[in-house]
């Protein structure tokens, strides 16, 4: 299950994003916004983030004007490794050396056919398993597990 969350910034590509999942057949809980309506990128980013770090979702696709508040806000969360990516090779390999977990796009800055790319790069890229990137990965959740 994919959480996707986006403020009015990034309504428009999370309308194309969603087809394309739909067209895929991905599963996903839209947790807002619904509107191209001013509203609060942290209000939105909350619980989407909260649904990955409780296990119920396994991924996220988090969008506003230019990626940057979404992921602030995003990694404000334990458990979470949000990364802006801007082309595939930033998506591939924050997938495949992060382990990343929630895709970060800007819908003012980014392309459709372009965000659309880059998500599907996200969502098929698997994590290395190399020992190097796993012992990275242990060190970021340290750093979480020092924060509560």
């Known amino acids: 299950m994919i959480a996707l969350a986006c403020d009015h910034g990034g309504f428009e590509l999370m309308q194309d994003v969603k087809k394309h999942l739909d067209s895929a057949g991905y599963e996903y809980k839209d947790f807002g916004t619904f509107s191209s309506e001013s509203c609060d990128y942290p209000v939105i980013a909350a619980p989407a983030a909260e649904a990955i770090s409780a296990g119920n979702c396994d991924k996220g696709i988090f969008i506003c004007g230019t990626g940057i508040g979404m992921s602030i806000a995003a990694n404000k969360t334990c458990g979470i490794r949000a990364a802006l990516c801007t082309d595939c090779y930033m998506a591939e390999m924050t997938r495949s050396h992060n382990d990343a977990n929630v895709l970060v796009l800007g ?42």
């Open 107 to 148: 819908g003012r800055v980014t392309k459709p056919d372009v965000g659309i790319k880059i998500v599907e790069t996200f969502l098929t890229t698997d994590f290395s398993n190399e020992e190097k990137h796993c012992r990275r990965v242990a060190m970021l959740n340290q750093l979480d597990a020092a924060r509560t």
